[in-house]
């Protein structure tokens, strides 16, 4: 099977649901988490004055807090996260908030798979995170990235990168194109956007070409499968 | 192999055909007494030619217009013809053959029109441009016409070029209606649909000089399809053939009658092709082809000015190999209807005259693969099997409507229609770690077009004839299939991807009696043909020829054209010559230019159609026939055109190099002989830039033919193209396919 992001994306993942003095929590995942931007849907009931999700990535030594990015992109909520890329240790979701009743902690093992969704440099410590399309297809697709720094467990958002691409799709026997794109440009907190007009359906992949500093670094997200529109 | 069956035989049987007595030309005594007349004026037409369609029997009317002429009893048609006339066709009856008389009225034809009449399962030949040829398939019609030309991608289906022009340059259109091939490499021109059986005339206009059929800077093939007669009895005609280059076998039924107001005419045909082989015993593999067509119409008469006709004509190929390209065409195939309303007030003087109304519907279906190609052995696309869709469905109406003014007349049209359009592409690999790839060609594209022409001949003087065409178009285009729409939207950066066209066409010609055997015609236009459907929304469409994937531009404006041609017809009891020269300047010319920045390497290279800033075509084109002796006459033809792109400052791309044909004849009422060669010069004037083109070779091919008719009813047809097996190429041949090697043929077909 192929990597398609969003496509499970009825198949929804309950990962919190929390009823305690007459208040309802529930957070659902809409799809089963993996590496990358996951999206969140939060159904909270009267009661909750505030919430807030994180998912942590606890090993022997460390502690990872993946960056949750408060961006509410509908009125259901969805929340992004970034999941640290390492393999020993153990994935919990937890959500600190506070109830009329007073403050409240939930904390819940979860299973995050890998993905091929968020890469590493090769040659120095940027994470590069596929944000958007969700669900690749054929046609004009908003392409979205967001940048990080690995700095010490925390993820600081790169916002000064200058950024170009090279989509590209493998047609086997080491022949193969691209397809039409404008580079994308920072649009805030270490996103970075453009467009990709996919030209055919099949797989394709991306290079995503960074500078910083001087220094170019090529993230490729390698082998995921655009749809027909 | 070469020749798959004894050749000597097969001349040992031309030969003594020959030399056989042919049988009495004609068994009645009474010959039939006609006067030809002119339409607008009434005057005698001199020295008009009165043939016997499918023969060269015939004779020719005196400075008076008064002809006598024997009939024989297989004389089913006459064709009368004289310079500056549009041909008519006569259907003869039990009366004219008992020594009846009639009166022939031809109507001026001012702009120069070839014209290919179709007897039945036989082909005219009573003038220079007339196919000599066995007609196998529609494009063998025009096989002599010069300026036309074929491009070749396979042993089927060749598409018209006129004058150099080609593809959205050139109409073609059948009983004026419009028929979109459904293949986005056009690999099924409409010509492909249509059988000669199908057909009563073939008529080719070149240049944009007759916009009652479109608006087209090329020119317009109009396919004339025959309908039922009520002139003539109840019949049955048949035809089997056989070629041997590509063990070509094909059969032919054609029947017809009439019973009181209702007749009715249907046709069937089958042939089937192995590879063919070219010249000097090379056989190349993947171009057979399999057809068979049928059409049936039948015509009810309402009244004495009001008839009916209903039209079906299926069409199926498969199996067609192209064997210069990557893949091979697994059906082809297309459903035409028709309903026609025929109006005519006979013995008007003025006033509306005629009116022909027509509705149809059409659907053309095309499956390409390369399921049986070998997909590892090629250049480009290695490792994946390709198949290709594409379908069209055109629904339409086209009325005309005939006025007399005195000497003048007028024919307005209306054209209508409504195109939609798919094509797409599955790519399949052998390799595991390849995804399935699917290509959306065309988008459910959608074609709104609605035009008006009038049509205006009048005399300006005793000798002088004035015509007026002009033409106002109005086109709507739109994507409807959303997958395209965002595809053709992040391309173009345009939210609407909707586009009107709406524009006018003039032409007009003075024809200039200079005596009474010779004409002079100056004709000029100013006209614009649509982008295609293709140009305007196609989406990465693999160019076959130039190795290029293509992308339309919705921004594209149409083609302008500023023509003028001169022509000449002289024609005497004794030979007949018509000549022109040509001009045609073209604007806002839309060809393929580099699309970059999807691929570094040379396997996939990508072009979008825009509009360069000009091109030119000059040419000239001359036909003469003569009669040397008794039943010996002399015919050839010859035609040139120069293109320049002025954009890139280069030869234009897919221009035929100057050719000419010779041919000499032996005609007896029932048999014939003919000998013909066929020629070309190298062409050296190639595109570099637009395609990477190669130069062509010259050639020199003889072929020889014959007909016999025996006893009235049975008719044998018999010759060999390409006599010395000559191994060459025509310039428009893509992949510089060969064409056939030494072919013998022969048919033979019976009428009761």
């Not at chain 2, 055997?517 to 989406?539: D, K, W």
Request: aromatic content about 10%.
């Amino acid at each position: 099977m192929h990597p398609v992001p969003g496509d499970n994306a009825s198949d929804d993942v309950v990962l919190i649901d929390h009823v305690e003095a007459g208040t309802q929590l529930t957070l659902v995942a809409e799809e089963p988490l993996g590496w990358g931007f996951n999206r969140f849907r939060i159904e909270a009931s009267e009661g909750w004055q505030s919430f807030t999700p994180m998912l942590v990535f606890e090993t022997q030594t460390r502690i990872w807090r993946s960056p949750i990015e408060p961006i509410m992109t509908d009125d259901s909520g969805v929340v992004y996260a970034v999941p640290p890329m390492e393999d020993d240790g153990t994935w919990y979701l937890e959500i600190d908030g506070s109830t009329t009743e007073g403050p409240i902690s939930l904390r819940t093992p979860v299973a995050v798979s890998e993905d091929i969704w968020v890469r590493e440099g090769d040659s120095s410590d940027l994470i590069v995170a596929w944000v958007a399309p969700t669900t690749p297809m054929t046609g004009n697709d908003a392409f979205e990235v967001a940048i990080y720094r690995n700095e010490n467990g925390a993820f600081v958002p790169v916002t000064d990168a200058s950024l170009d691409l090279y989509p590209y799709m493998d047609m086997g026997g080491g022949e193969g194109h691209s397809t039409p794109y404008s580079a994308p440009v920072h649009t805030g907190n270490g996103h970075y956007r453009g467009d990709v007009n996919f030209i055919m359906s099949g797989g394709w992949d991306m290079t995503v070409i960074v500078t910083k500093d001087g220094q170019t670094e090529n993230i490729v997200f390698a082998g995921f499968t655009v749809k027909q529109g | 192999m070469v020749n798959r069956i004894p050749i000597a035989l097969l001349a040992l049987l031309a030969l003594s055909l020959f030399w056989m007595t042919p049988s009495a030309a004609a068994q009645d005594t009474k010959p039939l007494r006609g006067v030809v007349l002119d339409e607008l004026s009434g005057q005698p037409v001199p020295m008009a030619t009165v043939i016997v369609t499918g023969t060269q029997y015939g004779t020719a009317a005196n400075l008076e217009g008064q002809f006598e002429l024997l009939l024989r009893p297989e004389d089913h048609m006459l064709r009368i013809s004289a310079i500056g006339y549009a041909s008519l066709i006569i259907h003869i009856t039990p009366d004219m053959r008992q020594g009846g008389s009639l009166t022939a009225r031809l109507e001026p034809s001012v702009i120069s029109v070839d014209e290919v009449v179709v007897a039945g399962n036989r082909s005219r030949v009573d003038d220079p441009s007339a196919s000599a040829h066995n007609p196998n398939a529609t494009e063998d019609l025009l096989d002599r016409i010069p300026g036309a030309d074929f491009i070749q991608r396979a042993n089927f289906a060749w598409e018209p070029v006129i004058r150099g022009m080609n593809g959205g340059q050139v109409g073609v259109v059948i009983d004026g209606m419009k028929v979109v091939g459904a293949c986005i490499d056009r690999m099924d021109p409409t010509s492909a649909y249509v059988e000669v059986e199908n057909l009563e005339r073939l008529e080719l206009t070149k240049g944009g000089f007759d916009l009652n059929m479109g608006s087209q800077i090329g020119g317009t093939v109009n396919l004339m399809t025959e309908r039922p007669s009520f002139e003539e009895d109840p019949f049955i005609s048949t035809e089997v053939g056989f070629e041997s280059a590509s063990m070509l076998r094909r059969g032919r039924v054609v029947a017809g009658m009439a019973k009181g107001k209702t007749s009715v005419r249907g046709s069937w045909s089958y042939r089937i092709a192995d590879d063919f082989t070219a010249g000097g015993g090379q056989s190349l593999t993947n171009s057979g082809y399999e057809k068979n067509n049928y059409k049936i119409d039948v015509t009810r008469m309402l009244n004495h000015a009001h008839q009916v006709t209903g039209s079906f004509l299926a069409d199926n190929a498969w199996g067609v190999g192209y064997p210069v390209l990557l893949m091979d065409a697994t059906l082809a195939k297309a459903r035409i209807g028709s309903v026609t309303h025929n109006w005519e007030r006979h013995m008007a003087k003025r006033g509306l005259k005629t009116a022909e109304t027509r509705i149809y519907h059409n659907t053309v279906n095309h499956w390409m693969d390369d399921y049986q190609r070998d997909v590892f052995d090629r250049p480009v696309m290695r490792g994946m099997y390709m198949p290709m869709y594409g379908k069209t469905q055109t629904s339409g109406l086209i009325s005309r409507w005939g006025f007399r003014f005195g000497p003048s007349r007028m024919n307005l049209t209306l054209d209508a229609y409504q195109t939609d359009s798919f094509g797409d592409m599955w790519m399949f690999s052998v390799f595991e770690n390849i995804q399935d790839m699917y290509l959306l060609n065309l988008g459910d594209i959608r074609v709104r077009h609605g035009a008006l022409a009038a049509d205006w001949t009048t005399p300006l003087a005793d000798n002088l004839i004035g015509r007026v065409n002009v033409r106002w178009d109005y086109s709507t285009r739109d994507v409807l299939r959303d997958e395209a729409v965002s595809i053709l939207q992040g391309r173009w950066g345009d939210e609407d991807l909707a586009r009107t066209y709406s524009f006018g066409n003039v032409s007009g010609t003075l024809d200039y009696a200079l005596n009474a055997i010779t004409r002079l015609r100056l004709s000029l236009a100013h006209v614009s043909r649509l982008p295609t459907h293709v140009e305007n929304y196609g989406h990465y469409v693999y160019n076959y020829v130039d190795g290029f994937f293509y992308t339309g531009n919705p921004n594209l404006k149409p083609e302008r054209s500023n023509q003028i041609e001169i022509g000449l017809e002289r024609w005497t009891s004794r030979y007949g010559l018509t000549a022109s020269v040509f001009g045609n300047r073209i604007q806002d010319y839309i060809v393929g230019l580099s699309d970059t920045g999807l691929s570094d390497n040379e396997i996939y290279r990508f072009r979008v159609y825009q509009n360069a800033s000009s091109a030119s075509l000059v040419g000239f084109e001359v036909s003469a026939v003569a009669d040397i002796a008794r039943g010996f006459s002399v015919a050839g033809t010859s035609s040139y055109t120069r293109g320049q792109n002025h954009e890139l400052d280069e030869p234009m791309f897919l221009i035929p190099p100057l050719s000419a044909q010779l041919a000499m004849r032996y005609d007896r009422p029932s048999y014939w002989a003919e000998i013909e060669s066929r020629m070309a010069m190298p062409q050296e004037r190639v595109s570099r830039q637009i395609a990477v083109e190669d130069v062509s070779d010259g050639y020199f091919v003889i072929n020889v033919r014959g007909s016999y008719t025996l006893q009235n009813a049975t008719s044998l047809r018999f010759g060999i193209d390409n006599l010395f097996d000559t191994l060459y190429h025509e310039h428009l041949s893509f992949g510089n396919l060969p064409n056939e090697g030494r072919n013998v043929y022969l048919s033979v077909s019976h009428t009761l």
